[in-house]
């Protein structure tokens, strides 16, 4: 037989019916996914998870199809096509059923430190993996590449009925097509309209991509996308074990009030007699916690797990599911008054849909202004008015957050206190040498914050509410000036952008300056406390009690795609996606790339596996 394949017709053939067999067999495969899951009672779901079960197998077939064709076309020889669909889809095969084992145990799908924890010194010590598992994977790695090898030289071998074939292809084609904008638009439509049945299983299969059609709809159609007031709040069917148990019901007979004050990537050296006089007076009263870090670097994590008290990598479950914070139940229960005034729309990130999604009749956030210099003073003024109203027979909650310190750094000109500054940076160009003028501007509008807070304060002085009121100000993350490299937020996790200050005035407590570690997550438990619930902390959180004497070992920041394990010494950054599956970085103190990360990495190992079962911890 010639080793060269002609036409080139038969490869697309053999192929086809390659991907095919193997698309079925993982379809088969991967449906275990949904028997490791849990909640699938109502029709919506059941007819979601099915589709996207599908939809999403092909779409990964269809991204490895694509190359083996280039490079078979290219490339037209038999041994070339058995070695090459042998070797790949064996290692898609063996992948995708290691990946389902880690999602039977952990409920996340292969990522960095998954791969670290398994690959690193000591790791059976911890996850227990003896020599039987070794024997059965090495020989399923055998079986499946013996397997495929068989099947792909059979199917070429038998290739004889083409006219068949020729109509099968365009009609799988279109079938398979179907069922992935099936997936895409229910997906789509139910996150429009808070179908948490639907929403809630994003993260069932691997490397799943959801669709949203929220800004389109807005934009074209006017559609209301805060619909809060459509949602039914069930948790009969979920995928999460938050709280672990029911809280305490004991509290304090007398219940103080809660003000939090959030100021826009506020960073940890920002807290200082000339760019924040009033909150650095006022800090003088109360405790400050100057090792503080956010659970992100990102608003929408930094927010979540100061709610949350739990890591942002649960950000997404949360957010499908719409489930409300523990924190905000528990007030409801006590009958708390709400207030929540935000200088930007609660509606991106999603916090009417997760924080404050069993309360929108209580939020405020939808201000006529463009930019922050005009909506930050709106926000004191809501605030002071509501004050005035309120009924004072009901303890409150108030959440106010400022947004003029969010990049470009917006504040009127009587606030231009520290120059040379640049209020109006050319994006594509900035770098380096604009970051004295940025970093003033970014000065500039955390004094032009300050200064609504210091009206904040003011007032609740004057009505004489120090006495009963427990006041936190901090920020949702930090912002860097290229003090490691990066600008701004959100592009990794020093110090610049993950530290934040955190000022904690409790009514009698003395002022005292805190160094121990401590995190976001630290701060519902502290709450819980001060209002005497007893509760475990561990029953609906990852945190401590601020006011417990030990500080902790490290702390957790979260991204988008990717997290850090934080400590005094090191920085363990991390991808918890498959689709980004890069080894652990490992950087000091300051930031920088180590080179001795094998050394780093055996020392940290303990941290490591602990995050990694704490990022199950709160899933079913």
């Not at 076309?73 to 038999?78: C, F, G, R, Y």
């Not at 949350?308 to 528990?330: C, M």
């Not at 005497?532 to 959180?541: C, H, I, T």
């Not at 950054?573 to 094998?598: C, H, M, P, W």
Request: net charge neutral; charged share 20%.
């Amino acid at each position: 037989m010639s080793l060269l394949l002609k036409p080139r017709k038969t490869i697309f053939r053999t192929l086809f019916r390659f991907l095919f067999v193997n698309l079925l067999i993982a379809i088969v495969i991967n449906y275990f996914y949904i028997l490791f899951s849990s909640g699938f009672q109502k029709f919506l779901s059941i007819f979601f998870i099915h589709i996207a079960l599908i939809s999403n197998t092909i779409q990964i077939h269809l991204l490895i199809a694509i190359p083996l064709l280039i490079i078979l076309l290219v490339i037209s020889n038999k041994f070339v096509l058995y070695l090459l669909c042998t070797l790949t889809i064996s290692t898609l095969q063996i992948i995708n059923f290691i990946d389902l084992i880690i999602y039977r145990h952990f409920n996340f799908h292969i990522n960095s430190i998954i791969l670290n924890a398994l690959a690193s010194e000591g790791s059976e010590d911890s996850l227990r993996l003896g020599a039987g598992t070794y024997m059965a994977a090495i020989l399923i790695v055998i079986v499946t590449l013996f397997l495929e090898f068989i099947l792909i030289c059979n199917l070429h071998n038998k290739l004889k009925d083409r006219s068949i074939l020729s109509k099968t292809i365009p009609l799988v084609l279109i079938i398979g097509l179907l069922f992935i904008v099936s997936d895409k638009l229910t997906y789509a439509v139910a996150d429009l309209y808070n179908r948490c049945e639907v929403t809630r299983y994003g993260k069932v299969f691997p490397v799943y991509q959801p669709m949203t059609i929220k800004r389109f709809m807005r934009k074209k159609f006017d559609f209301k996308v805060d619909r809060e007031e459509t949602y039914q709040f069930d948790n009969t069917y979920t995928g999460l074990n938050y709280p672990k148990n029911e809280l305490s019901q004991s509290y304090s007979i007398s219940k103080p009030n809660i003000v939090w004050i959030m100021l826009d990537a506020w960073r940890f050296d920002m807290l200082t007699e000339e760019i924040t006089p009033n909150i650095k007076k006022f800090s003088e009263n109360s405790l400050i916690f100057n090792n503080h870090f956010a659970g992100g670097n990102a608003s929408r994590f930094g927010i979540y797990t100061l709610f949350y008290s739990i890591h942002g990598y649960y950000w997404h479950n949360f957010l499908g599911e719409r489930r409300s914070p523990v924190f905000i139940d528990e007030l409801i229960k006590q009958r708390y008054d709400f207030k929540i005034i935000s200088s930007r729309k609660l509606s991106s990130p999603e916090f009417r849909k997760t924080a404050f999604v069993r309360i929108p009749d209580f939020i405020t956030d939808n201000f006529p202004g463009k930019d922050a210099e005009v909506n930050d003073p709106l926000v004191t003024e809501c605030f002071i008015d509501w004050l005035d109203q309120r009924d004072t027979t009901l303890s409150f909650f108030s959440y106010l957050f400022y947004n003029a310190s969010h990049r470009s750094y917006t504040y009127p000109d009587d606030f231009d206190k520290f120059k040379p500054s640049n209020k109006s940076p050319n994006y594509l160009t900035v770098g380096k040498k604009d970051a004295v003028s940025l970093m003033n501007s970014y000065k500039n509008a955390i004094y032009f914050e300050d200064n609504e807070v210091g009206k904040i304060l003011r007032k609740l002085q004057e009505k004489n509410l120090f006495k009963n009121t427990i006041i936190l100000i901090t920020g949702d993350h930090g912002e860097e000036f290229y003090e490691t490299g990066f600008w701004g937020h959100t592009s990794a996790f020093s110090k610049y952008q993950t530290q934040v200050p955190l000022i904690l005035y409790i009514p009698g407590k003395e002022h005292k300056i805190i160094t121990k570690l401590t995190s976001h997550l630290d701060v519902v438990p502290t709450m819980f406390g001060l209002l005497g619930n007893s509760a475990n902390p561990e029953d609906y959180s990852q945190g401590q009690s601020l006011l417990n004497e030990e500080g902790r070992e490290f702390v957790v920041s979260c991204g988008w795609d990717d997290c850090a394990i934080i400590d005094d010494d090191n920085y363990l950054v991390f991808s918890f996606e498959t689709y980004n599956i890069g080894a652990i970085e490992v950087r000091d103190s300051e930031y920088q790339i180590l080179d001795n990360e094998k050394e780093i990495l055996k020392i940290k190992r303990g941290e490591v596996i602990q995050v990694l079962f704490e990022f199950k911890e709160f899933m079913k």
